[in-house]
């Protein structure tokens, strides 16, 4: 495996590891450097800055500005694409014989340049980005964005075509790799990688209940809200915590007051590392089915008894794990149920079983490099 040698381009800076995106990317290129792999890493900035860190696991590390130039919005190509066309990039993925891995659609702008034409060329899938960006205009309040969004979302589903080019398409869930599968012959799943090396959940009981995520993102902060509004207003003795960055102006006026809610905004990922470990109940409802949460697996990897309605499960291999709820009424038993249930060392050995065997980094990073 020493000698092997692998292109990644990412959509964005993948340091610190503090999103889903960015921690699938970051966490493979860490398993596969550990196994002898020698990436070039071909990044676009706009905002996360350089990141010495990456210099540690990469042979290279080379950043592009994204153009996101607003003429880019009237384009025939998804917005997410276009403003990812760098030719300096090209000419850096041109210069030799070896294998490319695109992060998302994002990068796939060159997928199909008669330059690269007779390389290898993978695709990582992080999502069905038309459902994705279909999603995010359902949940969305601001007209204008909402508007992108499903724009995006049509240019995306004709734009996804490209992916009969590659060589792989690496699925991020069981879910998509069935979709993705039924349009393309070039499908394979590999699990998403994850900063997790082992299950570090404590026995015993905790005090509160914690929804985290990036609460910029519509989805999060609709999920964020349903939990205020439908959830924990009927439950004033149950103690929600809800932590994320960048929380909408609705969420935080939605929180002040609230005897049995806090909002923590911005706080460091160990702070919410340990939110999720010291929780008696992670609680993650979804209402946009895409993809694989991360911070599901986070929650198995670190918390107790974790509460999730089934678009957040369904079709993951992760059902056992969970207590899946259907509706409000449902969910609200559940939670008054799991606050006095201890978290038993039984519980945390079967837990650490079966994510071993799904969802192991060595593992995957060992599939990809069969696949090079």
Known sequence: MENKILHIVSFDVPYPANYGGAIDVFYKIKALHSLGVQIHLHT??????????????????????????KIFFFNNLPFIVVSRKSEELLKNISADEHP????GLHCCYYLDHPSISKKIRLVRSHNIEHDYYSG???????????RYFSNEAKKLKQFESIL??????????????????????????????????KVYTQSGKGSYALY?????????????????????????????????NDPSNELIELTKGKRNIELKKNIS??????????????????FQPTGLKLKLLSALYNGRHCIVNRPMVENTGLESLCHVTENEKQMQEKIKELMSVYFEQKDIQARAQLLDSLFSNNESAKKLIGLI
Do not use: M, W
């Open 44 to 69: 676009f900035e706009y905002g996360r800055g350089k990141q010495d860190e990456l210099n540690k696991i990469c042979k290279s590390v080379t950043y592009y500005k994204r153009k996101k130039d």
């Open 100 to 103: 490319i891995l695109f992060e």
């Open 136 to 146: 995010l205009a359902g949940s969305e309040q601001n007209f204008f964005k909402r």
């Open 164 to 197: 009969s080019k590659a060589n792989h398409v690496l699925a991020i869930s069981p879910k998509d790799t069935s979709e993705l599968s039924g349009r393309y012959k070039n499908v394979q799943y590999i699990p998403a990688f994850h900063a997790n090396d």
């Open 212 to 244: 985290h995520g990036n609460l910029s993102i519509g989805e999060n902060n609709t999920a964020a809200i349903y939990l205020v509004n439908k959830i924990f207003n009927e439950l004033p003795d149950i103690q929600l915590i809800i932590a994320g």
């Open 269 to 286: 990922t160990d702070e919410i590392n340990r939110l999720i470990q010291n929780a008696q109940i992670n609680i993650l409802p979804t």
